[in-house]
């Protein structure tokens, strides 16, 4: 699961990681107010308007309407409503959105923390994920910061340190400081760099995070290290162990099929193709989409209805499938193993009759456990759709379809 940037830095800070400081806005008037309680607080003179949007690349990216960018300075409070008002509503579009983009509905005032000083302020990589080869978390810092680090990682992979932590010990103290001296911090830089790279840690365990990436990890003009973006991606099958995790998604973000797919307790990712397919097992899934592609057609989504595939899952796969425009055929392709084909059989005539309406090509292939009988009971319904038992015969009739 995604958080906002907003939402990672707050809970970053509870684990005594440094932050940039921000207040969260949904309105002009309510950015003002935020940029006052900053400024009382902090003594910022500047602010940073950052739009909050689950993608990256929001300072380079550009909003539709406005042509502003996603994150912009304003360097008084006067100044906030109207930068304020180029973003928020807005669609903003990044090299991580696509071109259709994203709605911004919230945006986050933060503290400038690039001031002038003795140095010039740095800006660093740093993230922290599971090395799946390794099996162990890996922490990932680089001088290169701020900008796109697959671009560092493609010409400059030296530049890229990286520390594997063992798991039974937890990351020890010589670590934090062989990567704090490897990115040539110095003094108090040193000292709160190392503690950053402690508190971080400790909140990657503690929250149970899939990744963390800091981008930029700030060295401020007087030495001081802050996380002033904060990507915060949890694992979702260990969200039950924090119910207070779970209230900080934001379905506004994600794709509203898959949502509702969620909800029906399905396994449904939405792809760009024509053929809607609904199938019982990834693997099997898989091997569904290969075949679509291989017969001139392209997948409009895995989806995985589980091994107890009934009518109540099969309706809701209809439905989800169905509200995809793109859809111009179905591919059902179940096996019956637990399950058995006449009873998935009874369950697709009883949704297709339920929804009604139905203006595609339907293709079902039932193998398994009463796949005779399943394909008559598909073929005596008197509804529009196609028996297919050999998987050959099912991917023929797609192109058919759609021919
Ligand atoms: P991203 O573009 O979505 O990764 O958003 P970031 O949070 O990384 O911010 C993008 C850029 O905004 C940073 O790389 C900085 O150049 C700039 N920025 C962020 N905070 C400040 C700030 O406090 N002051 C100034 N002057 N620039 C900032
Ligand atoms: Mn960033």
Redesign the pocket.
């Known amino acids: 699961m995604n958080i906002h940037e907003y939402q990672g830095k707050e809970i970053l800070k509870k684990y005594g990681v440094t932050i ?1 400081r921000g207040i969260v806005a949904d309105t002009p008037d309510s950015a003002i107010q935020a940029a006052k309680e900053l400024q009382a607080e902090t003594g910022t003179k500047w602010f ?1 308007v ?1 739009s909050q949007i689950h993608a ?5 990216g550009k909003v539709k309407e406005t042509g502003s960018h996603g ?1 912009v ?1 304003a360097k008084s409070i006067t100044e906030v409503p109207d930068k304020v008002k180029a973003i928020l509503g807005g669609t903003l579009v990044t090299h991580q959105t696509g071109p259709e983009g994203k709605k911004v509905n919230k945006v986050l005032i ?1 503290e ?3 001031y002038p000083g003795e140095s010039e302020p740095k ?1 660093y990589y740093m993230s922290i994920l599971l090395d799946r080869s390794k099996a162990c978390p890996v922490i990932m810092a680089s001088t290169e910061g ?1 900008m796109n680090i697959e671009e560092v990682a493609e010409t400059h992979p030296e530049k890229i340190i990286k520390e594997w932590i063992d798991p039974a010990i937890g990351l020890q103290a010589f670590q934090a400081r062989k990567i704090a001296f490897a990115l040539g911090w110095e003094g108090n830089a040193f000292k709160e760099g190392v503690k950053f790279i402690g508190s971080l840690y400790n909140a990657y365990l503690g929250l149970d995070a899939s990744m963390f990436e800091i ?2 990890v700030l060295k401020t003009s007087d030495n001081r290290i802050l996380a ?2 904060a990507k915060v991606n949890l694992d979702d099958n260990a969200l039950y162990r924090h119910k207070d995790l779970a209230e900080l998604r934001d379905i506004t973000e994600e794709d509203p099929l898959e949502v509702e797919a969620g909800k029906a307790g399905l396994n449904y990712v939405k792809l760009d193709g024509n053929v809607g397919c609904m199938v019982n097992g990834a693997g099997l899934a898989m091997a569904t989409m290969d075949i679509i592609k291989l017969s001139g057609g392209e997948p409009a989504n895995f989806l995985d209805v589980g091994g107890g595939a009934n009518a109540e899952t099969v309706e809701a796969g209809f439905r989800i499938i169905l509200k995809d425009p793109n859809v111009k055929a179905i591919l059902i392709n179940i096996f019956g193993g637990i399950v058995r084909c006449d009873r998935v059989a009874n369950g697709v005539v009883e949704a297709y009759k339920k929804i009604g309406d139905i203006h595609v090509p339907i293709i079902v292939r039932l193998q398994g456990t009463n796949a005779e009988e399943g394909a008559k009971i598909i073929e005596q319904s008197g509804l529009k759709v196609f028996s297919a038992i050999v998987l050959k015969d099912a991917a023929q009739r797609v192109k058919e379809v759609l021919a």
């Open positions: 940039q940073v950052k990256g690349g929001r300072g380079k994150v300075l933060a400038d923390v690039y800006e701020g981008n930029p002033v973006d």
